[in-house]
């Protein structure tokens, strides 16, 4: 088996602040959905958030994650990555979490877990490489760290993360480690 491609560094994770979506319970995916009261909240306690080392800021296309990004780190460039942006659930958009399907198995009209795991190890990979001397910080979804954790972590996509929490991604010689920072 052959190991999986690995960043070139260490890299930050932020899922974006709670949305719509995600107080409804419902799945949004690919659907465009805004932050709430608490999500811009979360997202704006980030802004006195002391960093271990200069840092370039990349989000996901999406609205939520976009903003989240705007509202963390106002003034600064922001890069959109559609690399970042969440998997689509193809017909369980819009459905109830309780709904959403087995990760491995692929939704009608969706993204399937392979498919995704490939994006976001090209996506991560690219952005750690053109990120020589600064640490990459990532907004954007929970499915990107799941996937993350399971190409180059625990191999399993573990609990829901939290929002707008930077997850440390630390490389140590040849591991990553997940770290909440």
Request: proline share 9%.
């Amino acid at each position: 088996m052959t190991p999986t491609p690995s960043p070139s560094r260490s890299f930050c994770l932020i899922r974006h602040g709670e949305t719509t979506a995600n107080a409804d319970e419902i799945i949004a995916g690919v659907t465009d959905v805004p932050l709430t009261r608490m999500g811009r909240d979360q997202a704006r306690a980030l802004l006195n958030r002391r960093w271990p080392e200069p840092i370039s800021i990349y989000a996901s296309p999406m609205f939520r994650a976009q903003h989240s990004a705007q509202l963390a780190f106002p003034g600064k460039e922001i890069c959109l990555h559609e690399g970042l942006r969440e998997r689509d659930w193809g017909v369980f958009e819009g459905q109830p979490l309780s709904k959403q399907p087995v990760r491995e198995d692929t939704p009608d009209r969706g993204e399937s877990w392979p498919d995704m795991l490939l994006r976001v190890q090209t996506t991560i990979i690219e952005i750690c490489a053109a990120s020589k001397a600064v640490l990459p910080v990532l907004v954007c979804h929970s499915g990107v760290i799941r996937a993350a954790r399971v190409l180059w972590t625990t191999g399993d996509v573990g609990r829901r993360p939290p929002n707008a929490i930077p997850l440390l991604f630390e490389k140590a010689g040849n591991e990553i480690l997940e770290k909440t920072l």
